[in-house]
């Protein structure tokens, strides 16, 4: 293997992620860290740490030059970006290519291509993929207001280059459209410095549905099969899982395929995940958009195949050929992944940074957990507020649901308020245990939560 020393441009979870898998491989890892992170897990388990700014993110995790510094001067020759900061930067993937430093990701103008949702839905179009309806670009609220007219209400005003939820607005009626719009286009504006928006047909009853998928430079693709993340909150999600078990089979090849189609068309390499929308009240199925960059949920799918998606990223960077063909890749059982956050539910959400003085995860047979945390470990106001993240794994969906309902109930933190106690009430309640969720299912069921 030619890649030999990584650099984790990352922190948290992830991080830790990327130096377990590089250590399996055999190859060196150095953790670029801010100085908020110093003392981390990620920093004392990696073969080295080298510190690339101060905790803001902007001068630290966000700031390609010192990333790609720190990469050259610790003679690293690859940088996996992990996901979030970085990962979706072309500047960052071209800034491999220049200094002949790997990027452990897809190539600069697929991220560029794909990270544009009206330049990716004029693609996939092409292919004879439904794509969700929608507008072009709208340049005013004059013109917005023209495109929801032809297409009715409820839509969707959707940032070009978001993701997250951020630059999105669900809109009712005409009313509310300038509101939103403006709103939208400031979001926008702030999160990523632009401020393009458009306009999707709103569908209520849908559920979000995505599939992996890993393509490598000699034209192979394979899909590793799809998850299930209608559970969101501000368009975040909360609970995935994988497979999706509502789906009927015939829809569910559809999708998979459809998948495949678009990553092979656009001659996509490393991994990737596009996601679709389905229509639960007539069956039918929409792209939506594609994630270049591996995704928070990629345990469950890992679960569920016996694969190891990051150590796959790493061997696709650095030229090999994937592994295994499609006929290779079988799925066992069913995985649920519960996301945990440094948060108060109570509080509308808001982020409870501190020191955490108790840590005691469940254990047993196919429990995952991916944390970075620790007794002692202080979560820091800095960053994005997860936690870990609990994967369960068993033989059916309905034996998975208990499974993961007793893993959060033995799911100890002390010192810092989470999210357990209302995961602990979502998994509990009846439409989740029978499957009968949408997208909009948790907004509007949190009223009736006892947070």
Not at 177 to 188: D, Q, T
Not at 280 to 306: A, C, K, W
Request: charge should be negative.
């Amino acid at each position: 293997m030619s890649i030999a020393r990584v650099l984790v441009a990352n922190r948290g979870e992830i991080a830790l992620r990327i130096v377990t898998a590089c250590r399996a491989m055999g190859i060196e890892s150095v953790a670029a860290v801010s100085q908020a992170d110093r003392d981390s897990l990620p920093a004392r388990m990696a073969d080295r740490a080298v510190c690339i700014g101060p905790a803001r993110p902007a001068e630290s995790y966000l700031n390609v030059e010192a990333v790609l510094a720190a990469a050259l001067g610790t003679g690293c020759d690859a940088i996996h970006p992990g996901y979030g900061f970085l990962a979706e930067a072309p500047e960052l993937a071209a800034a491999c290519a220049r200094h002949d430093v790997t990027f452990i990701g897809p190539r600069p103008e697929s991220i560029v291509e794909m990270g544009n949702k009206l330049r990716a839905r004029e693609r996939v179009g092409r292919f004879d993929i439904p794509v969700v309806p929608g507008s072009k670009k709208v340049a005013d609220l004059r013109s917005a207001a023209s495109e929801a007219e032809d297409m009715g209400f409820p839509v969707l005003i959707k940032a070009a280059a978001g993701g997250g939820g951020r630059g999105m607005k669900i809109v009712t009626e005409a009313g509310g459209l300038p509101g939103a719009f403006r709103a939208a286009a400031a979001e926008a504006r702030g999160a990523f410095g632009d401020e393009t928006l458009y306009l999707e047909r709103y569908i209520p009853n849908a559920r979000h549905i995505e599939v992996q998928v890993l393509g490598d430079r000699f034209g192979n693709v394979v899909q590793l099969g799809e998850r299930d993340c209608s559970l969101q909150r501000r368009y975040q999600k909360v609970v995935e899982e994988a497979p999706a078990s509502t789906v009927p089979e015939g829809l569910r090849e559809d999708i998979r395929n459809a998948a495949v189609t678009i990553a092979r068309e656009t001659a996509y390499e490393n991994a990737g995940t596009v996601e679709f929308i389905v229509d639960q009240d007539d069956g039918s199925f929409y792209f939506l958009e594609m994630n270049t960059r591996i995704q928070v949920e990629h345990p469950v799918t890992e679960m569920i195949t016996g694969m190891d998606l990051v150590q796959d990223q790493i061997r696709i960077a650095d030229g090999k050929k994937l592994a295994y063909a499609q006929s290779d890749i079988k799925f066992s059982g069913h995985a649920i992944e519960c996301r945990i956050n440094a948060e108060s539910p109570a509080h509308g959400f808001q982020p409870r940074p501190g020191r955490i003085d108790g840590w005691q995860p469940p254990e047993g047979q196919d429990i995952r957990i991916d944390s970075h945390c620790h007794v002692g470990h202080v979560v820091s106001p800095h960053y994005d507020s997860l936690l870990a993240k609990l994967v369960i794994r068993a033989e059916n969906r309905v034996t998975a649901v208990a499974r993961m309902q007793d893993a959060l109930a033995n799911f100890v933190v002390s010192g810092i308020e989470t999210t357990i106690p209302f995961l602990r009430l979502l998994v509990c309640q009846l439409e989740y245990v029978k499957g009968a969720v949408n997208t909009r299912w948790l907004e509007e069921k949190l009223d009736e939560f006892a947070l």
